[in-house]
């Protein structure tokens, strides 16, 4: 079965420290690849997507990530996180053939410290 | 904010019980799926109605269940109400039922089970 790995289940920065958070997959096939954003309080937001083509994707806010297809990952950074970014992030995958069917990480919380 | 919105926002029901949630799509938008997020988890895909029929599932049992009405709103219904149901419900849409499609979600429907 497809599965979605987030390792840091809560990260603590303060602010201007860099962010990166680590997203694998386990499916072997062509995927689309996304991060969504939930802050507190707030429904789930799309960050960025990775459908096809240049494998270092520019999302909103500031926040980018990096398909590595040999490493099966799909790493989230920021170069400076602001207090705002205190939210929870989700790693999502869809396979090329299911539709548009999400199939969701654990979460990683992070908290920005003023 | 999407133009996503679920009704009602929190519900409290018992054991053996039954619910139904509602979704109105954001316009324009014929392709509704569901999500379970249970507290502390990522969300888990339920289902996707494409067209008023269901058009992917996920591991959930038979008593969840839906509709999509004409005009693309949906319903999940859940029968036989379990304390392990207490979660997040999320409903989100999107264009059309295709991988490169992006889903916007809704805030969701808190239901807690007692």
């Known amino acids: 079965a497809q599965s979605v790995s987030q390792h840091n289940h809560h990260v603590i920065l303060s602010e201007a420290a860099s962010l990166e958070l680590g997203c694998n997959y386990s499916?072997?096939?062509?995927?689309?690849l996304f991060w969504y954003v939930q802050y507190p309080g707030q429904h789930l937001q799309l960050l960025l997507k990775y459908f096809s083509g240049d494998p270092l994707v520019k999302g909103i806010k500031g926040f980018e990530a990096e398909f590595i297809k040999s490493k099966f990952s799909f790493n989230l950074r920021k170069p400076s996180v602001q207090w705002s970014d205190t939210a929870e992030y989700f790693c999502a995958v869809n396979r090329n053939n299911a539709g548009n069917m999400l199939t969701f990480g654990g979460g990683t919380r992070l908290m920005v410290k003023p | 904010e999407t133009g996503v919105t679920q009704s009602p926002t929190h519900l409290i029901k018992t054991r053996g019980q039954q619910v139904t949630l509602r979704c109105s799509s954001q316009?324009?938008?014929?392709?509704v799926s569901w999500y379970q997020q249970a507290l502390g988890q990522g969300p888990q895909f339920i289902f996707q109605y494409y067209r008023e029929e269901e058009n992917g599932r996920g591991n959930f049992p038979p008593r969840f269940s839906g509709l999509q009405f004409p005009n693309y709103s949906s319903e999940l219904n859940v029968n036989a109400l379990e304390l392990d149901d207490s979660a997040l419900y999320l409903c989100?849409?999107?264009?059309?039922?295709?991988?490169?499609?992006?889903?916007?979600f809704g805030p969701g429907t808190r239901l807690t089970v007692l």
């Open positions: 499916y072997g096939g062509t995927v689309n």
């Open positions: 989100a849409s999107s264009v059309r039922a295709s991988s490169d499609n992006e889903q916007f």
């Open positions: 316009s324009g938008h014929n392709t």
